[in-house]
């Protein structure tokens, strides 16, 4: 390996990439130093720049791949290596599914100060392409040009109007988006006909540094029984938002739900601005087993439809719910893992920040009959009190599916106060979720673990451990 330090950027030759580390980059290992490098698969060898060095580790980027992994494949999307989504696409799918349960493992080990069960191998997504039921995509009048562009640049005018994602780490850089393999096809066709419409109707489109354009946001949301959303945000008032709503609504006849935001915030944030009907109903229906889950534009709903059912129904085997038992879901969101269970419960109590879920959750158990529910919204530090346990009853069995930055250290001592028999700890961050069963640890062992791939082609995955009182 040749290691130039005198350069400000240098080449590490031949490194081997050993593992599939955090935020979706690989490892090597040289002279001492964790090497971490995007878009390499465990199994490649490398010669990799170094962009940034620190004590412990490096930073690089692949220049060259001396000998593939043996489970390198070639990415299915154009945008690949410039989007930032889905990094794993060029790692084998099975192999995606190990390191996800490698990461749950390295975590629990790494940062748990508790014992633990073999942790069982991850449930893969029965779609690996078109899984997504949620996108969000953001209009600009300055995309992202490659090099193809910069060169076509020098030739005449390029178009330089867009919709598509961010560049990471760029909140004024967007890429803009032709085929996106992540939301079934009649997304491409809304997101590229809009684009088109647009650019020849002469609508300015949004500058997110000088805050400035019409066209700023386009949000699509699809179900499995065929219902389609789509929210257009206007950056401002104008006549012209007739003309596009009415262009959707006469092209795209499939949608079922067209509605519109005028969003005049520095932000790009619209969930809290009014929602305007155009056509249609104010929202999409989402069906699982034989529920029926009435979803709005503003509403938390796992973005992964059939993939949510086995989350479900993993959380449903671990609680082992009686007929006797009091559950309590918290961080509920719109209620569905509450709904979902409440049959088999005597009463599910659910407690979740956001208002507005909390009234969907209200709603979908009324629409589909169950009366063993209760919703209740404010702060978990704030609701979670021994008052209101004695009000409405004692858990035998706590559910908790927390944020990413996991459980407040009042919650956590609050369910130790409650001692429920059983926790559910669903996350989509084991390091916090690591970090708060060891705050449980000493009530509590670790009994079952399941990862969940909820989205293929990424690092991320979703956890259900089962925690029970000794």
Request: aromatic share 10%; hydrophobic share 35%; charged share 25%.
């Amino acid at each position: 390996m040749r290691n130039n330090t005198k350069d400000k950027y240098y080449i590490i030759e031949g490194l081997e990439i050993i593992d599939a580390g955090s935020e979706g980059k690989a490892v090597g290992k040289h002279d001492g130093l964790a090497v971490f490098v995007p878009y390499a698969v465990p199994g490649d060898v490398i010669d990799v720049k170094v962009l940034k060095k620190r004590r412990n580790y490096a930073e690089g980027v692949i220049v060259r791949i001396v000998k593939p992994s043996p489970h390198r494949i070639t990415p299915i999307c154009e945008h690949f290596g410039l989007c930032g989504g889905c990094k794993w696409q060029v790692m084998e799918y099975e192999q995606q599914l190990y390191y996800k349960q490698k990461q749950v493992e390295d975590n629990f080990n790494h940062l748990g100060k508790f014992e633990f069960p073999p942790v069982m191998p991850t449930i893969a997504s029965q779609e690996q392409t078109c899984y997504r039921n949620k996108m969000e995509y953001t209009f600009t009048d300055k995309r992202w040009l490659d090099d193809e562009d910069m060169k076509a640049q020098q030739f005449g005018e390029l178009e330089t109007r867009g919709i598509g994602f961010h560049i990471p780490g760029k909140f004024d850089k967007v890429l803009d988006i032709h085929q996106c393999h992540l939301q079934s096809d009649n997304t491409n066709a809304i997101r590229n006909g809009l684009k088109q419409f647009c650019i020849q109707t002469g609508l300015s489109f949004y500058n997110p540094r000088e805050h400035t354009g019409f066209m700023r946001n386009l949000m699509i949301r699809n179900s499995t029984p065929g219902d389609l959303m789509v929210v257009v945000v206007f950056g401002e008032k104008s006549d012209a938002i007739e003309n596009v709503m009415r262009y959707l609504e006469t092209t795209f006849p499939e949608i079922t739900s067209l509605q519109y935001v005028i969003n005049e915030k520095l932000n790009d944030n619209f969930l809290d601005q009014k929602m305007h009907l155009f056509k249609g109903v104010p929202f999409i229906m989402e069906q699982m087993e034989d529920l029926q889950f009435k979803i709005r534009a503003v509403s938390f709903y796992q973005t992964n439809s059939k993939q949510a059912y086995n989350l479900y129904l993993t959380v449903k085997d671990f609680a082992q719910i009686g007929s006797e038992d009091v559950v309590y879901d918290l961080y509920t969101g719109t209620g569905t893992i509450a709904n979902f269970i409440a049959r088999s419960a005597k009463k599910v109590i659910g407690i979740e920040y956001v208002e507005m879920a909390i009234k969907d959750a209200k709603e979908n158990a009324a629409f589909n009959k169950i009366d063993n529910t209760s919703f209740f919204a404010g702060d978990m530090v704030n609701v979670l009190t021994p008052s209101f346990v004695k009000k409405v009853g004692t858990p035998n069995i706590i559910i908790t599916d927390p944020p990413r930055a996991g459980m407040h250290p009042r919650v956590i001592e609050q369910l130790i106060e409650i001692a429920p028999e059983k926790i559910v700890y669903v996350s989509c961050n084991p390091a916090t979720q690591a970090r708060d069963i060891t705050l449980l640890s000493e009530y509590y062992k670790v009994t079952r673990i399941q990862p969940v791939d909820m989205f293929p082609h990424t690092q991320h995955v979703e956890n259900v451990a089962l925690l029970e009182r000794y």
